[in-house]
């Protein structure tokens, strides 16, 4: 499974756009990329998921380049409630419950 | 709308006594597995299961026990409790197939091994 990495932490203000980037440079052909979001004692949320180019939903962007090394999360006009750790996995396509690799994620600081 | 549900939510053990985390889920996923978050780590699987009645290990099995005799159930057992098992437990689950494959998680157990 390709390796990852991301800041260990980040900071912004509400109304920002934050953009979380993570490395990915031994990601390989079958691979996707899937961000997850994890709040103080709870289980981690999916957020978003993509192979190439943009993928956006009502939550998030994903923005993958061509070589697909890196990827960035976006997050549109953020509140003190989007303050949590946002992790980064990549891995074979279905990355379902069975084998999701986690690294440290990025924690996230919202401030008023 | 129950989705992944977890029991119990807090827990405190002897070193050496042995307990059963409970998971089950209402999606009908195929997929379950067992994580465990150390204090500012990401998460770790423990085992996973694709299905009834069959069963893998993760990344750090040692010390722990599943089984999965319904797609609803899986059942994380401690045989015997040490301090290094000290942690907050997930349980997640996942369909076998679709598009974005999204695993949904529970709201963990937190274990506390003295």
């Known amino acids: 499974l390709a390796k990852t990495t991301q800041p260990i932490s980040m900071d912004s203000y509400e109304g920002q756009e934050v953009n979380i980037t993570c490395s990915h440079n031994?990601?390989?052909?079958?691979?996707?990329i899937t961000w997850y979001q994890q709040f103080p004692s709870q289980g981690p949320r999916f957020i978003i998921q993509?192979?190439?180019t943009k993928v956006t939903n009502e939550v998030a962007s994903l923005f993958i380049p061509a070589d697909r090394k890196s990827s960035t999360l976006s997050l549109p006009r953020v509140s003190l409630s989007d303050t949590a750790v946002y992790y980064c996995?990549?891995?074979?396509?279905?990355?379902?419950?069975?084998?999701?690799?986690f690294g440290q994620g990025t924690r996230l600081t919202i401030n008023p | 709308n129950a989705g992944v549900t977890q029991t119990p939510k807090f827990q405190v053990l002897k070193t050496g006594q042995s307990m059963t985390l409970q998971c089950a889920q209402d999606?009908?996923?195929?997929?379950m597995s067992w994580y465990r978050q150390d204090p500012g780590m990401g998460l770790r699987l423990i085992h996973y299961?694709?299905?009834?009645?069959?069963?893998d290990q993760g990344e750090v099995p040692n010390g722990y026990n599943v089984s999965r005799s319904t797609t609803e159930d899986f059942p994380l057992r401690l045989l015997s409790a040490a301090p290094s098992q000290t942690s907050v437990y997930f349980c997640?689950?996942?369909?076998?197939?679709?598009?974005?494959?999204?695993?949904?998680f529970g709201q963990g157990t937190r274990l506390t091994v003295v």
């Open positions: 997640a689950s996942s369909p076998l197939t679709g598009g974005n494959t999204e695993a949904f």
């Open positions: 031994n990601i390989a052909t079958n691979d996707y």
């Open positions: 993509g192979y190439k």
């Open positions: 996995l990549v891995g074979d396509r279905p990355q379902g419950a069975q084998k999701l690799v």
């Open positions: 999606m009908n996923h195929e997929y």
């Open positions: 299961s694709v299905g009834a009645g069959i069963t």
